[in-house]
């Protein structure tokens, strides 16, 4: 039979080793069962990179197209302020992006640098978004054309929703007393989202004379969200009809 002191012994070498299996022992054991990740820093699995490909959200380097770059315009809006826009296209039908890194500089008719501002913005996937870069003060000089670059690698995903998941519905421009734009934003998504509208304003000749931007949060499927957009400033040409392009900027519940 065992004496006390013995018995005191096993019991205290006992838990001194169930320490060290639970503290030790089990995490070293799941890291080295765990399957491939798309976390892990490491080729595995399905992959075609590290943690991009395959089956990964991420997409690896150099597989995706670049955007296509439609036009871009600098709206002088008075009070020494004005505002900018890259109209561009995602041709990548199952690729978008968030946090895209945006630089835009403004020149003058004499090509001086006249304002600049770095921006970043969610591409959505396979279709038309607006890069708005508002409040550039520009002071006594008028400015005259504008110029967006990158100002990092797009990190292209697979789980960035496409640009008519959400929608503007019911646009009205009026131009007395002063112009604006009202709409709703609607989505066809099941749950609620937040997101963001940029409104163009065009010419009879098709040219864009000015564009502001909003958000619409808690956007539902059955709960349209009425925004407005107002200029206070005369334009160069009269517009005669609006454009807006929405983003979806997160799911709504994930925001909160």
Do not use: H
């Not at 006992?14 to 990740?37: D, K």
């Not at 871009?72 to 809006?77: H, I, T």
């Not at 004005?82 to 690729?95: C, G, H, Q, R």
């Not at 959505?124 to 003060?137: Q, R, S």
């Amino acid at each position: 039979m065992l004496s006390w002191a013995r018995k005191r012994q096993l019991i205290y070498g006992g838990i001194v080793a169930l320490f060290f299996v639970l503290i030790i022992g089990i995490p070293f054991l799941l890291r080295t069962i765990r399957g491939p990740s798309c976390f892990d820093k490491k080729q595995n699995g399905e992959e075609t990179g590290a943690d991009c490909g395959g089956a990964c959200a991420l997409l690896c380097p150099n597989t995706a197209g670049e955007p296509r770059t439609i036009w871009q315009r600098v709206f002088p809006e008075g009070g020494g302020i004005a505002s900018a826009v890259l109209y561009a296209e995602n041709p990548n039908k199952n690729a978008g992006a968030f946090d895209t890194p945006y630089q835009v500089k403004v020149y003058d008719s004499a090509g001086l640098l006249v304002a600049e501002k770095r921006i970043t913005v969610v591409v959505p996937t396979n279709g038309a978004f607006a890069v708005f870069a508002p409040n550039l003060f520009v002071g006594e000089r008028v400015p005259v054309r504008a110029s967006f670059e990158r100002t990092a690698p797009i990190s292209w995903r697979r789980d960035v929703l496409p640009y008519d998941v959400m929608r503007a519905q019911n646009i009205r421009l009026s131009l007395v007393p002063q112009a604006r734009v009202d709409a709703e934003i609607v989505t066809e998504s099941k749950e609620f989202v937040n997101g963001a509208a940029v409104a163009i304003l065009y010419d009879a000749d098709g040219n864009a004379v000015g564009a502001s931007k909003t958000t619409a949060d808690l956007v539902g499927a059955q709960s349209p969200v009425p925004v407005s957009f107002v200029w206070r400033a005369p334009f160069a040409r009269t517009p005669v009809r609006a454009e807006i392009l929405t983003t979806v900027l997160g799911n709504a519940q994930n925001d909160r």
